[in-house]
């Protein structure tokens, strides 16, 4: 296979969930430029409308689709509707999350004054979200033999985290572990499942709070790299990880961190 071929993703069926901004975006971007029909998911209708609506204008094969990846049964729905629509599912990125606020360096996510309904409301998106997605892949995946499921954790999960609240990392950590776990089922079955940890990245989680001067500033002390990433800065892994480049590669969580979890 040359080169071009192992990156080469035209005649590939991608699903993207948390789509309409930030990495799922950057994600899209990058399967639609190496040719993938390209599926937009997101909660947010309005902010997925406005760029489903961009993107079509320059890549006619990217489509949306509304959906909350913590309703199980509309996952479920959802990549039916793909599967027989586009005659199969090629690979899926299951990258919807929320931030669950800041850690216990402030008053408000120390133990004490841990929110119950709140833990809950995160776990529900992030993991149990992420198993729904993924068992939903699997699904399809598995009589096919063949597929890529990408999930999105993040460093956070990989040891503790100060600045990121308790739910947050408890979740990033739980899907590490899940990925490992559907890694080793899948195998045998050329399902390749493997998970991006990003370091801080200027996206709109946690109301944009990345994108400020000040976190920047923070950031500089805590980063090798001594910068936030751009979202064009996932484009690298996502593709390889969607592509035949790949194709040694499961049950790995990759962080892309500027060096952070080197330390
Ligand atoms: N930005 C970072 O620094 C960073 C670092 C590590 C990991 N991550 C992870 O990257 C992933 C993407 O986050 P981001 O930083 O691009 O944030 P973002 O807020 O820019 O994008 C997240 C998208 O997910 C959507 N979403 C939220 N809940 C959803 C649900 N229930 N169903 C479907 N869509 C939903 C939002 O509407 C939004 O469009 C998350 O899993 C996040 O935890 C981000």
């Given at each position: ?40 998911a997101d909660a947010d209708e309005v902010a997925l409308a406005g760029e489903v609506e961009r993107l079509r204008a320059l890549h006619p094969l990217a489509e949306g689709l509304v959906l909350d990846v ?194």
């Open positions: 296979m040359s080169l071009a071929e192992l990156f080469d993703l035209r005649e590939r069926t991608v699903l993207v969930t948390g789509a309409a901004s930030g990495l799922g975006l950057a994600v899209a971007e990058t399967m639609l430029e190496a040719g993938a029909c390209t599926v937009l913590s309703h199980a049964d509309a996952v479920d729905a959802a990549v039916d509707g793909i599967v027989v629509r586009h005659g199969g599912l090629d690979c899926v990125f299951a990258n919807a999350g929320i931030s669950a606020g800041r850690g216990f360096v402030v008053e408000a996510g120390q133990l004490e004054n841990i929110d119950l309904a709140h833990w809950s409301h995160v776990l529900r998106i992030n993991l149990d979200g992420v198993m729904a997605t993924v068992r939903a892949a699997a699904r399809h995946m598995k009589p096919r033999r063949a597929g890529r499921i990408v999930v999105t954790s993040s460093i956070a999960g990989m040891r503790a985290e100060p600045l990121s609240g308790y739910a947050y990392v408890t979740s990033k950590a739980a899907v590490n572990n899940l990925v490992r776990q559907a890694a080793m089922e899948l195998a045998p079955y050329n399902v390749l499942v493997n998970a991006i940890a990003p370091g801080p990245f200027a996206t709109g989680i946690n109301g944009g709070r990345l994108r400020l001067p000040e976190s920047a500033e923070r950031m500089r002390t805590h980063i090798p790299l001594g910068r936030i990433a751009d979202t064009s800065e996932i484009k690298g892994l996502a593709l390889l990880l969607a592509s035949s480049a790949s194709s040694y590669m499961t049950g790995a969580i990759i962080p892309v961190d500027g060096g952070a979890s080197a330390r």
